[in-house]
């Protein structure tokens, strides 16, 4: 099963507005990242923050991390309808496991309207 | 810098039949894996390598094969095609030590007849 489940599946705004995506997971982890895709393309990553952070920031993006309550958001603020895509968060190696799988969530996809 | 290359982009095969997808990269990245996605769902991971020699299952490993034998190639093997395998493959590699975003290819679209 998926590590991470992002909420909501869709989101539809309109340009300006701000945009924010939520992800929950299961197990312990030393990493969430969060990805975009645009449409029939390969994923791109944006942002990643570490199990020890509880905020970060990249431009536009603003990511938070719970990890008492095993969630993130990703906030994408003035959205652009270049922002149109889908969004995944991703879950680094859990604590005390030396592999590195990352594990993504069922994504958002998100509609900026000019 | 080209990143990382998968070749074909598209590819159909026929049920039964065996192909391999080809993962290149020029980053001297240690990790690589591979994920399938299914439309409208988040991506699976299949295999995933940490370094030269060393390979691992993901989630979703039967039906594929995989190879590391230098760091900068880690193909893909469908043994014998199937219709649930149809999917768009992409490959990825990362720096190791945890803590590094990865880098993905363009992707192959594979449909199985």
């Known amino acids: 099963s998926q590590q991470g489940e992002e909420d909501p599946q869709a989101l539809s705004i309109q340009e300006g507005e701000n945009a924010t995506m939520n992800c929950s997971y299961k197990?312990?982890?030393?990493?969430l990242q969060w990805y975009r895709q645009n449409s029939g393309r390969g994923l791109v990553h944006l942002i990643l923050i570490r199990s020890n952070e509880r905020e970060k920031h990249s431009g536009r993006l603003r990511v938070t991390l719970d990890t008492s309550k095993k969630s993130s958001s990703l906030l994408i603020t003035a959205s652009r309808a270049a922002d149109t895509a889908s969004y995944f968060c991703a879950t680094g190696p859990q604590v005390m496991d030396s592999s590195y799988k990352l594990i993504f969530g069922s994504g958002t996809r998100l509609l900026v309207r000019p | 810098n080209a990143g990382v290359t998968q070749t074909p982009k598209f590819q159909v095969l026929k049920t039964g039949q065996s192909m391999t997808l080809q993962c290149a990269q020029d980053m001297n990245h240690e990790y690589m894996s591979w994920y399938r996605q299914d439309p409208g769902m988040g991506l699976r991971l299949i295999h995933y390598s940490v370094g030269a020699g060393i390979t691992d299952q993901g989630e979703v490993p039967n039906g594929y094969n995989v190879s590391r034998s230098t760091t900068e190639d880690f193909p893909l093997r469908l043994l014998s095609a199937a219709p649930s395998q149809t999917s768009v493959y992409f490959c990825?590699?990362?720096?190791?030590?945890?803590?590094?975003?990865?880098?993905f290819g363009s992707g192959t679209r594979l449909t199985v007849v």
């Open positions: 990825a590699s990362s720096y190791s030590g945890g803590g590094y975003g990865y880098t």
């Open positions: 197990t312990s982890i030393n990493n």
